[in-house]
């Protein structure tokens, strides 16, 4: 599945709490960045993570893409 993933797609990231949205995919890792949801939709909330393995990346949702 790691191999579908793509720039824009809302993620669990196993480990830790939340949504994520992949920023940045680069060899076996990625980018994200914390979500909140609200009701005009999803919301940036500053956090970010890098050189996330892909492999433990769960996809919520595909990107808006």
Same mark, same amino acid.
């Given at each position: 599945?790691?191999?579908?993933?793509?720039? &824009?797609?809302?993620? #669990?990231?196993?480990?830790?709490?939340?949504?994520?949205?992949?920023?940045? =995919?680069?060899?076996?890792?990625?980018s994200v960045k914390l979500l909140a949801?609200?009701?005009? &939709?999803? #919301?940036? =909330?500053?956090?970010?993570?890098?050189k996330v393995p892909v492999s433990t990346l769960v996809m919520l949702?595909?990107?808006? &893409?």
């Open positions: 599945m790691a191999s579908t993933l793509e720039v &824009g797609d809302v993620v #669990v990231a196993m480990g830790h709490t939340g949504r994520w949205e992949i920023t940045k =995919l680069e060899n076996n890792s990625a949801k609200s009701v005009d &939709g999803p #919301v940036e =909330l500053g956090f970010e993570m890098h949702k595909k990107g808006r &893409g």
